[in-house]
């Protein structure tokens, strides 16, 4: 082979790899190890895991069980995987994918949530429904981040993923710095689920759940609809 030719096939390579490299999460989205799916082995231990959750809501306990708030009143979901506390670096890596829309926090995101779900040895869901925005506000954003993280953990879990079974009929004004009653005042009559839905257990997608007034007006719409299981899926918990 000539060396013009050699050169031109090491340069293709060259660009396969680096095509490959932006297609393929294969670097961890911490340290940019090569190879780690999600996070490397190294920063998997640094992450702020909720190790012990709420067998409903997933809130961080000391020790294994149901938490005060849900023992005084049962949400209207059914249970919570959540795998993070809504603490660095996590939160920014959040913060990057909503409003920056660092679609690679998606898939990280996606891959600790796929782990935790697979380690809670809790049945799939028939569906997937990431929460939806209000169309004003996707229209301002451009895209959803729950949809987002939602289509890889369904690729990745191979579950159907839905972002037609609900809809968000109130431009809700944002939650942060809102009390929990304001917060669930908030988003009351948020959700509409546009038509009956035969499926007996769904998944609901968040990005982040705060006081969980969102999901649980979402699971809400949902189990008017016809679902008999709601789960709530989301990547951190404040
Ligand atoms: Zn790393
Ligand atoms: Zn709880």
Redesign the pocket.
């Known amino acids: 082979m000539s060396s013009v030719r050699l050169n031109g096939t090491r340069r293709i390579l060259r660009q396969g790899a680096a095509l490959l490299d932006a297609w393929l999460p294969t670097r961890c989205a911490l340290c940019a190890a090569r190879g780690a799916h999600g996070f490397c082995a190294a920063c998997r231990r640094l992450l702020p895991w909720i190790l012990i959750g709420?067998?409903?809501?997933?809130?961080e306990?000391p020790a294994p069980g149901?938490?005060?708030?849900?023992?005084a009143q049962q949400?209207q979901y059914d249970h919570?995987i959540i795998p993070f506390k809504y603490r660095e670096p996590i939160a920014a890596h959040i913060q990057m994918l909503k409003y920056h829309k660092q679609l690679r926090h998606a898939s990280s995101l996606a891959t600790m949530l796929c782990m935790r779900v697979w380690k809670s040895m809790h049945p799939l869901p028939e569906l997937l429904i990431p929460i939806p925005l209000h169309r004003k506000r996707l229209r301002h954003r451009g895209f959803n981040q729950s949809l987002e993280i939602a289509r890889r953990v369904g690729k990745e879990l191979g579950v159907k993923v839905s972002h037609a079974s609900l809809e968000r009929i109130k431009n809700t004004a944002p939650q942060t710095g809102l009390g929990k009653a304001q917060r669930e005042r908030n988003v009351q009559g948020a959700f509409h689920a546009p038509r009956r839905l035969s499926h007996t257990h769904v998944a609901l997608l968040d990005d982040v759940v705060t006081s969980g007034s969102t999901v649980n007006a979402a699971a809400r719409a949902l189990k008017k609809a016809g679902v008999q299981t709601v789960s709530v899926w989301a990547a951190a918990r404040a």
Request: aromatic letters at 0%; one cysteine or more.
């Open positions: 709420c067998e409903v809501c997933g809130a306990l149901v938490c005060g708030g849900c023992q949400p919570a």
